[in-house]
């Protein structure tokens, strides 16, 4: 088992920038791809950003590119997730997923460990 602890959510005006960070439990984490994902009240869990084991592929939905940086630090099993020029719409619950595997994937069904998620609002 993996836990993963999403911290870093939170209320912002549109145009700010706030990090996630996302922790997980064991040290086998360093060769799990890891993504994160969003879903907003009323919509569908969306793709948000995927890197590899070891941070050299990366992965983004295209409502995201070129505002999001995903990020790892396997020194501290922790996964990162900046997020710069948000905008109303990306008001939603952020979730950390974790994947045995070091590939990242868009989909969320062959991620093998969720967090309980961080809600993040940004106001207009």
């Known amino acids: 088992q993996v836990q993963l602890v999403e911290s870093g959510g939170g209320l912002v005006q549109a145009g700010g920038s706030l990090r996630l960070s996302c922790a997980a439990s064991?040290?086998?984490?360093?060769?799990?791809?890891m993504g994160w994902f969003r879903q907003a009240p009323g919509k569908e869990r969306e793709f948000v950003a995927a890197i590899s084991w070891n941070g050299g592929t990366t992965y983004y939905g295209d409502s995201v590119r070129g505002r999001f940086t995903i990020s790892r630090d396997n020194a501290k099993n922790t996964v990162y997730l900046q997020m710069n020029s948000l905008k109303p719409d990306d008001t939603a619950v952020y979730y950390c997923a974790a994947r045995t595997s070091p590939l990242p994937v868009r989909g969320g069904a062959q991620y093998d460990y969720w967090g309980q998620g961080t809600q993040v609002t940004v106001s207009s």
């Open positions: 064991r040290r086998t984490f360093g060769t799990y791809a």
